[in-house]
C-alpha cells in the first residue's frame, strides 16, 4: 500500500531557529516528491519538486533533500519566521490513468513558531 | 488572475440533502482535480478530469459525482449527504506540460458539515 509519513507531528520553534521535518514513503512508481505548506484555512502552496535523481532542491529558507535508495526525505527551515507556522506536507507524486499525477499526500508537521 | 477558486465557502447539509460544490480556474489548465481532507489523515483524491467533457473516478469516488462540461469549471455533487461526507474539500489543477512535473494549483477549501 502507497504510504508517506512524516515526523515529527508537531513542533514547536523560537522565531529565529533552524528545524528539519522528516518524510518516509513507500509509493512505487515514483515519479517526484514535493513539499507543500498548508496556512490554516488554505490550500497547499508548492514549496519544492524533485525527481528521483536529484538530492536537494532549495526555494529561499526551505532546503528539501531527497534520498531515493532510502526513500527519505527532509525539509530544512533556515531562520523561522513567524509567517512559517502552518503544515508542512509531503507528497509523492506518481502518475494517473490517462495523465496528471497521482499524489500520495502525508498527514503533514504542524509548525508554530513563537517569540 | 484569481487562480482556482471555489464556491461556496462554507456549507452545512442535513442527511440526505444534496448540493454542489463549484471550482473554477483561470489558468487554461487541462487537468482539475477534487480532493478531500480529513482530521489526521492526508488529502485524497475523490475524482479528476483530464480535460473538457471528460472525468475518472480517484481513490475515494463514493457518494460523489462530478461534471466538467467546461474547461475552466469542475463541479462535485453530493446526491445524498451524509455524515461521512463532512470534511474540508479542495480543488486543484494543473497543465499539461509534457513533464513529470504538472504542478498543481489548490484552491482555498470548501468546509462542509453534515448533520
Known amino acids: 500500500k502507497n504510504q508517506v509519513e512524516q515526523s515529527p507531528q508537531s513542533l514547536i520553534i523560537l522565531e529565529g531557529k533552524n528545524c528539519t521535518l522528516q518524510c518516509n514513503y513507500t509509493v512505487s512508481p515514483f515519479s517526484n516528491l514535493r513539499w507543500y505548506k498548508q496556512d490554516t484555512g488554505r490550500g497547499p502552496v508548492s514549496l519544492t519538486i524533485?525527481?528521483?535523481?536529484?538530492n536537494t532542491k532549495s526555494n529561499g529558507r526551505y532546503t528539501a533533500t531527497l534520498d531515493a535508495d532510502t526513500k527519505q526525505s527532509s525539509l530544512h527551515i533556515t531562520a523561522s519566521q513567524l509567517s512559517d507556522s502552518a503544515s508542512y506536507i509531503c507528497?509523492?507524486?506518481?502518475?494517473?490513468?490517462?495523465?496528471?499525477?497521482?499524489?500520495?499526500f502525508g498527514t503533514g508537521t504542524q509548525l508554530k513558531v513563537e517569540l | 488572475n484569481a487562480g482556482v477558486t471555489q464556491t461556496p465557502k462554507f456549507r452545512v447539509l442535513k442527511t440526505g440533502q444534496s448540493m454542489t460544490l463549484l471550482c473554477a480556474q483561470d489558468m487554461n489548465h487541462e487537468y482539475m482535480y477534487w480532493y478531500r481532507q480529513d482530521p489526521g489523515m492526508g488529502l485524497r483524491l475523490i475524482h479528476y478530469?483530464?480535460?473538457?467533457?471528460?472525468?475518472a473516478k480517484g481513490e475515494v469516488p463514493d457518494g460523489y459525482n462530478v461534471s466538467r462540461l467546461k474547461k475552466q469549471n469542475f463541479l462535485l455533487g453530493l446526491e445524498s449527504a451524509a455524515p461521512s461526507q463532512t470534511s474540508v474539500y479542495f480543488c486543484?489543477?494543473?497543465?499539461?506540460?509534457?513533464?513529470?512535473?504538472?504542478?498543481?494549483?489548490f484552491g482555498p477549501g470548501t468546509r462542509l458539515t453534515v448533520l
Open positions: 486543484a489543477s494543473s497543465y499539461v506540460t509534457g513533464t513529470q512535473f504538472n504542478e498543481q494549483f
Open positions: 478530469s483530464v480535460g473538457e467533457g471528460t472525468t
Open positions: 524533485m525527481t528521483f535523481s536529484e
Open positions: 507528497v509523492v507524486s506518481g502518475i494517473l490513468t490517462g495523465g496528471g499525477n497521482k499524489l500520495t
